[in-house]
């Protein structure tokens, strides 16, 4: 719900974050999810520059608004929880985007995702350091 969410705020712009609520109210039943979504799509909106900025830094000859549209959101999510959610480790944010990437992205969604991801890790490491 997050990714759709984000995809929606990129093509709609930040005034949807106020209808946000009732976005997750519609289409998540379960409290907790709702609330999950709801806070990692407005912490990944708010820090957004900060994760278009390690995703440029990751994409070779991309630049993040020429990016699917589906992938970018994922991205967006991934780097954010990267970055900013220590409780969830790097592998378990890398291979759920993965997944998501190969099941509403294009065939090379997946790899591209992982490329890039891997490179976000370890450039937030050696930032870290």
Aim: hydrophobic share 45%.
């Amino acid at each position: 719900m997050a990714i759709q969410a984000l995809y929606q705020l990129d093509a709609q712009g930040s005034d949807l974050l106020a209808r946000l609520d009732e976005f997750f109210a519609e289409n998540e039943p379960n409290g907790a999810s709702r609330r999950l979504a709801s806070e990692w799509t407005e912490a990944t909106w708010r820090n957004l520059a900060r994760c278009d900025e390690l995703i440029s830094a990751c994409t070779i000859r991309w630049q993040v608004a020429r990016l699917a549209p589906v992938d970018k959101s994922i991205l967006r999510l991934a780097v954010y929880q990267l970055q900013f959610c220590e409780d969830i480790p790097p592998r378990v944010v890398i291979n759920e985007a993965i997944e998501l990437a190969k099941r509403f992205g294009s065939d090379k969604s997946g790899p591209f995702v992982n490329g890039v991801l891997d490179g976000v890790m370890r450039k937030i490491r050696c930032e870290g350091s």
